[in-house]
């Protein structure tokens, strides 16, 4: 658009996109996470903090922030959370301030939280969230999955398969649901959620006052 006899040139910007994926642990959260990311430049990944240790081949930082727990309580306390939950008896919870930048300056953050997260962030930022439940495609490959991937010990992984009934008993409460049969299938499933989630009216600053100038003609 022009601004030579039309007056000056309106322009759209965007606000972020939260994209939270759920699920019951192995269900494939994780590995769709960082497939997409690797699709998508443009969406950052939300660094939880965690009070868990440190599993084999993470990175401080990168994977988790990893503090510990008088720290962590002090953080929600002090309102540096925008959620919180305790897990499998460790503490997770979102740093608000990094979020909210990134959210004003039209970028798009993933989160990987569980449903009690979920419920937290759409109570305080509803509109700015897009939330996407995955389920695995049956009991048997959620079992063959947390077992295979030998990061927990049999108590843990015996652990999660009871706590997976009442996890995935959430799954209404979530926008969009996705049954991981096929890992690239599932995340070009999501990647077709956030492109037309980032294209919602209500995201696009400066279209009302767009639409008006190309009504008036200019």
């Known amino acids: 658009m022009s601004a030579a006899g039309t007056g000056q040139p309106v322009d759209i910007s965007r606000r972020g996109v939260m994209l939270v994926l759920s699920s019951p642990s192995g269900a494939g959260k994780t590995s769709i996470s960082r497939e997409l990311r690797r699709r998508e430049p443009r969406l950052t990944m939300s660094v939880s903090v965690t009070t868990r240790k440190m599993r084999p081949g993470e990175i401080d930082g990168t994977d988790y922030h990893f503090i510990d727990e008088p720290r962590f309580m ?81 108590a843990v992984v015996a652990a999660r398969m009871a706590k997976a009934s009442d996890e995935m008993s959430h799954w209404p409460e979530y926008d969009y649901v996705v049954v991981n049969r096929d890992l690239d299938t599932s995340v070009a499933v999501v990647q077709a959620i956030l492109t037309a989630e980032r294209a919602r009216r209500r995201r696009q600053i400066g279209l009302p006052e767009f639409v008006r100038h190309l009504r008036e003609g200019k």
């Open 74 to 154: 002090a953080m929600a306390a002090g309102g540096e959370l925008l959620e919180h939950a305790m897990v499998f008896g460790n503490y997770y919870g979102t740093p608000r301030a990094p979020v909210l930048a990134a959210l004003d300056g039209g970028q798009d953050v993933l989160f990987d939280i569980d449903w009690q997260g979920t419920q937290q962030l759409n109570a305080s930022a509803r509109d700015d969230v897009v939330s996407v439940f995955i389920l695995p495609p049956s009991t048997g490959e959620l079992e063959r999955r947390l077992t295979t991937r030998a990061q927990d010990p049999p």
